[in-house]
């Protein structure tokens, strides 16, 4: 069966900082890839998807960034964490036909 | 444009009473609809889906949706709820390509005793 692993699971980092989150998921091959940010008491904001090694599409213009290296990680990075980067970070998998998406845990990033 | 529309961003029910949350889309083909739980601090599971076939599907938790294409709408339903579907829900609609997938703003559920 697939799974999704999300690390870390809580961060607490001063502004200016760099970030780098990481998803990575078993079991599937060749999946779409999707990071997610939840705002508190707001809903899912897309950032970024990807649907292939190398291919990252951006969402929303902001000081984050993607990659995915390989085939099942994908990696939410940052030169300079802003206040307003705090949230909820969510990694998802889609596939399959109907591309149903599939979330892991989560990382609760708090910027100070 | 692609949309989907949770008109009820809080909802109290008592435990055993029945539950319906609304959900309302737009989309340009045949939606993929979904619905998503996510309990405080974790990630969304997936609790139910529709693609095509009989409008009435049966979820996970004892849940189910009816979808109505006349109405464009995609409602959950649970006939007797517990404490623990205290959580918020999403409903999403997607298609068959990588980034056609639109979420709700999600339904929080608060269940009293």
């Known amino acids: 069966s697939q799974t999704i692993h999300q690390w870390p699971a809580t961060l607490v980092q001063p502004v200016g900082s760099p970030l780098s989150l990481e998803c990575t998921v078993e079991?599937?091959?060749?999946?779409?890839l999707y990071w997610y940010r939840q705002a508190a008491g707001r809903g899912l904001q897309l950032l970024f998807y990807?649907?292939?090694?190398?291919?990252i599409s951006s969402e929303v213009p902001q000081n984050l960034s993607a990659s995915r290296p390989q085939d099942r990680q994908f990696i939410l990075s940052s030169k300079k964490l802003l206040l307003s980067d705090s949230g909820f970070y969510l990694c998802?998998?889609?596939?399959?036909?109907?591309?149903?998406?599939?979330f892991g845990p989560g990382t609760r990033l708090t910027v100070l | 444009a692609q949309s989907v529309t949770q008109p009820d961003i809080h909802i109290t029910v008592s435990e055993g009473a029945s539950l319906e949350l609304r959900c309302n889309y737009s989309?340009?083909?045949?939606?993929?609809l979904f619905w998503y739980v996510q309990s405080p601090g974790q990630g969304l599971q997936l609790l139910l889906k529709?693609?095509?076939?009989?409008?009435l599907v049966q979820g996970i938790k004892g849940f189910e949706a009816e979808f109505k294409r006349s109405q464009s709408s995609f409602n959950l339903r649970k006939p007797s709820v517990h404490w623990s579907d205290a959580a918020e829900y999403f409903c999403?609609?997607?298609?068959?390509?990588?980034?056609?997938?639109?979420f709700g703003t999600g339904t929080s559920l608060t269940v009293i005793p």
């Open positions: 989309y340009g083909a045949t939606p993929y």
């Open positions: 529709y693609f095509s076939g009989d409008t």
């Open positions: 079991g599937t091959s060749n999946p779409n």
């Open positions: 990807s649907v292939g090694i190398g291919q």
């Open positions: 999403a609609v997607g298609g068959n390509t990588g980034n056609q997938f639109y």
């Open positions: 998802a998998w889609g596939g399959g036909f109907y591309n149903e998406q599939f």
